[in-house]
T-cell receptor, first 108, second 111 residues
Framework: GQNIDQPTEMTATEGAIVQINCTYQ??????LFWYQQHAGEAPTFLSY????GLEEKGRFSSFLSRSKGYSYLLLKELQMKDSASYLC?????????FGAGTTVTVRA | DAEITQSPRHKITETGRQVTLACHQT?????MFWYRQDLGHGLRLIHY???????NKGEVSDGYSVSRSNTEDLPLTLESAASSQTSVYFC??????????FGEGSRLTVL
């Protein structure tokens, strides 16, 4: 089975940096995904890590350590539109198991 | 443009009724998935399929069934709806180990 943990809520100020941590214990591992989900909408893909290290994509970066079962999503230069839920998901075979999500609130 | 569509987007039904949620994708993806999303639980996998005639149970499959007769469609059926099945349902598809593409969601209320 899968056990995926991430904080429930985080608050940050516009222009700041926020780091969302995700720890996991899995019976199989093909990769780790991060999704963004705005209220009332479908999740959308943000990033994918299969090897250890940092993947950078504009204002968003994601890090993976497979030996520690740990990942984080880094959001830089926060904007109001970044207020959303961020979902950590572990892939085993072709299916994803999701954490409960972290709601990020960006304040002016 | 390729897409994945769900219908209906909103449904209210009564306890004990059979309900089917449709999912249609034009990505030509082999993999299709049904998740439900509830506050405090995140997305939980109900059923999934890796190709035509292939179906598999996820972590919360009791009370649900799916069929895969072609590549494009994976309908989700609730045989006898229960109030505990009130939720938002998301269909998704992928190819290989690639990212999941989600439909817009179907909000089901069972009274």
């Amino acid at each position: 089975g899968q056990n995926i943990d991430q904080p429930t809520e985080m608050t940050a100020t516009e222009g700041a940096i926020v780091q969302i941590n995700c720890t996991y214990q899995t019976s199989g591992f093909n990769g780790l995904f991060w999704y963004q989900q705005h209220a009332g909408e479908a999740p959308t893909f943000l990033s994918y890590n299969v090897l250890d290290g940092l993947e950078e994509k504009g204002r968003f970066s994601s890090f993976l350590s497979r030996s520690k079962g740990y990942s984080y999503l880094l959001l830089k230069e926060l904007q109001m539109k970044d207020s959303a839920s961020y979902l950590c998901a572990v892939q085993s075979d072709y299916k994803l198991s999701f954490g409960a999500g972290t709601t990020v609130t960006v304040r002016a | 443009d390729a897409e994945i569509t769900q219908s209906p987007r909103h449904k209210i039904t009564e306890t004990g009724r059979q309900v089917t949620l449709a999912c249609h994708q034009t990505w030509n993806h082999n993999n299709m998935f049904w998740y439900r999303q509830d506050l405090g639980h995140g997305l939980r996998l109900i059923h999934y399929s890796y190709g035509v005639q292939d179906t598999n149970k996820g972590e919360v499959s009791d009370g649900y069934s799916v069929s895969r007769s072609n590549t494009e469609d994976l309908p989700l059926t609730l045989e006898s709806a229960a109030s505990s099945q009130t939720s938002v349902y998301f269909c998704a598809s992928s190819q290989g180990t690639g990212e999941l593409f989600f439909g817009e969601g179907s909000r089901l209320t069972v009274l």
